[in-house]
């Protein structure tokens, strides 16, 4: 399960925790952890829920409408109050014969994907084509950006599950860490740069995805000594080097809504040193200078680092006051109480339990 499937299903697998009447439809191959209530779009007749108005519908997909073609057989009766459709790869116009579908339901479609549609398309048309939609935003520059066009905007950012204290460790090893896709947008070849002019070892861990790219960039550069490249490892290996690690470097030269290993790192009290591209980054939300990291800025037209800018950039970080605030602020439960209970009970839809 990769970064964007692994995050949709634990907010469906948290707001089931927390006594939400939620079904989850995925894709064809989407893989879920058994014991969950959910519908499977080659597989409609799993498990049906009985009629109730109070429940949700959150569908994941990461495919173009296609895959939505089968969520049109679902019984009008079955359709809860909030519909959630949470994709990555979908077009705004994809959302069109389903908002028709689910008339009578407030459709609230989460934005992944860049948002420049919304400088062609006036924003009267999208108000016709959508008059009971909401657009979600994962941070708070994409939710600004929208609202000012006018747009009716929802802020329902991810969260993450804090690891064990017992996963903590308050000094760590003299190493760097970089982990993510070896390809161009996740700009691995800046880390190395940035290990190169600051002194500092450095880790990469990754799937290649781009192999010329790796051949070029990345793998002149691997000497075995201060830059080491372990490719893709298993989960415990990944975390178990990243909750040693000094600080996670992070580049990003493309649009990252909510970018994963920003909060894996912080779960784990590790202070993240980077920068994203993109004006509506998730990681101008997450990463706040010289208390969980620091930005470095580099040049967006060479992808060059001024190192001559950045000789304070490794402060000396408080790790246990990242973990705990990044537990206070980002894990999933006291992200549902602050940003999706309000929200879902202006609609009348509230957990059966008491959070």
Do not use: C
Not at 114 to 120: G, I, N, R
Request: charged letters at 20%.
């Amino acid at each position: 399960m990769g970064s964007v499937e692994k995050v949709a299903f634990q907010r469906f697998e948290k707001l089931t925790e927390m006594g939400y009447n939620v079904n989850f439809i995925a894709p064809i191959g989407t893989k879920l952890k058994e014991g969950y209530r959910y519908y499977s779009i080659n597989k409609l007749s799993v498990d049906p829920i009985p009629n109730n108005r109070t429940k949700l519908h959150w569908m994941y997909s990461t495919g173009s409408f296609s895959y939505f073609g089968p969520y049109m057989k679902i019984p009008r009766d079955e359709i809860g109050k909030i519909v959630i459709f949470d994709g990555w790869r979908l077009e705004p116009w994809d959302f069109i014969p389903l908002t028709i579908k689910f008339h009578g339901s407030t459709v609230v479609n989460i934005l992944h994907p860049p948002v420049v549609f919304v400088d062609k398309t006036p924003v009267k048309v999208f108000q016709l084509l959508y008059k009971n939609s909401i657009w979600g935003a994962l941070n708070t520059r994409i939710f600004e950006y929208m609202a000012k066009l006018g747009y009716d905007m929802q802020y329902l950012p991810n969260g993450i599950t804090i690891p064990s204290e017992k996963m903590f460790v308050r000094e760590p090893e003299n190493f760097f860490i970089f982990f993510g896709r070896i390809e161009p947008v996740k700009a691995p070849h800046l880390a190395i740069m940035l290990s190169k002019a600051t002194k500092k070892p450095l880790r990469i861990f990754g799937r290649i995805y781009d192999r010329v790219y790796f051949d070029n960039m990345i793998r002149p550069y691997i000497d075995g000594e201060q830059i080491k490249f372990f490719g893709e490892v298993p989960y415990d290996v990944l975390f178990d080097n990243l909750r040693r690690a000094s600080a996670t470097f992070y580049f990003s030269s493309s649009y990252d809504p909510f970018p994963s290993v920003l909060l894996e790192s912080l779960s784990y009290g590790v202070p993240v040193i980077g920068d994203s591209l993109s004006p509506l980054s998730g990681f101008h939300d997450l990463i706040i200078p010289k208390l969980n990291g620091n930005v470095v800025k580099f040049n967006k037209k060479s992808l060059k680092l001024p190192y001559n800018e950045n000789s304070d950039i490794f402060s000396n970080f408080d790790r246990t006051l990242i973990y705990r605030d990044t537990s206070l602020r980002w894990s999933w439960i006291n992200v549902i109480k602050k940003f999706y209970r309000p929200f879902f009970s202006t609609y009348g839809i509230n957990p059966r339990i008491e959070m």
